[in-house]
């Protein structure tokens, strides 16, 4: 069954091509100032806005940010959870992840199982997304204990796509870590993107700060990017703007 929100994804998709995602990590932008940036990205051309980080994101502070978020904007707010404790019943969807190249059991599926009672009493939307951690991997990498992707092995990242296919996921993200200092290869992006295909929508996170990264990564035929760190310091309408400038138009190609 497909929910509202990723019913949203995929209509998006079919218009524009390509989505932009702007993360939000209550712990580093809390409150006035995480709605402030949400405002301004959703003006500026952002699609969906993601809540969510490795450290620190839960409790009161993610909800009530959420909550002053979604009175600011009127695209989807979707968690992005670094751990069972940040779900909320405020936002409009959560990724219920597994991170498939994890060491350890619990981020493979003791976490799921511990976060699906909870995710089913607040009656958030769960998107089935499998979550891939490409080198560097920063401190999702390290808090996952993640069996690092290698950069220059674009064949295993494609083999860890078709297996989450196959298993039925509905989002594939593969992410370098917040703050690295590039996104993926593009031979990997493509890679990724052709095991994928049309069954499953994917996504990078990590190391896009470039409206040349953004449209060689959508070129490749990766369906969105997230962007957090990029959009933390300088301009933000202007950086929000060129990116999904860059995004929107690369993905019109392909519509």
């Known amino acids: 069954m497909i929910g509202k929100t990723e019913q949203y ?3 998006t998709l079919a218009r524009k091509g390509a989505m932009l995602f702007s993360l939000i990590d209550p712990d580093k932008t809390q409150l006035e100032k995480g709605a402030e940036i949400a405002l301004k990205s959703a003006e500026a ?3 969906v806005i993601l809540v969510g980080g490795s450290i620190g994101a839960q409790g009161d502070v993610l909800d009530n940010t959420i909550r002053m978020i979604k009175e600011n904007v009127n695209i989807p707010v979707v968690l992005f959870p670094g ?4 779900v909320s019943s405020y936002a409009d969807a959560v990724y219920f992840m597994s991170m498939l190249n994890s060491r350890d059991t619990y981020w493979l599926a003791t976490a799921q199982i511990q976060a699906a009672p909870a995710v089913a009493r607040s009656k958030i939307e769960p998107i089935a997304t499998t979550y891939l951690v490409i080198e560097p991997g920063r ?3 390290w808090i ?3 069996n690092l992707v290698p950069r220059d092995r674009a064949d295993l990242a494609a ?3 078709l297996a989450a296919k196959y298993m039925g996921t509905h989002v594939l993200i593969t992410d370098s870590g917040s703050g690295a200092p590039e996104p993926i290869p593009i031979p990997m992006a493509h890679a ?6 049309n069954d499953v929508m994917y996504f990078v996170g990590g190391g896009v700060r470039s ?3 953004a449209s060689d990564l959508i070129d490749a035929g990766v369906h969105g990017l997230q962007v957090g760190t990029a959009f933390e310091e300088g301009d933000l309408v202007k950086k929000v703007k060129e990116m999904a400038k860059a995004v929107h138009d690369a993905g019109k190609k392909r519509v």
Do not use: E, L, P, T
């Open 9 to 11: 994804y995929r209509d």
């Open 45 to 47: 051309g952002a699609d």
């Open 83 to 86: 751990n069972i404790s940040g």
């Open 139 to 141: 401190a999702v990498g």
């Open 144 to 146: 996952g204990n993640a």
């Open 159 to 161: 083999a860890c796509a």
């Open 192 to 197: 990724v993107a052709q095991a994928c295909g």
């Open 211 to 213: 409206v040349k990264q």
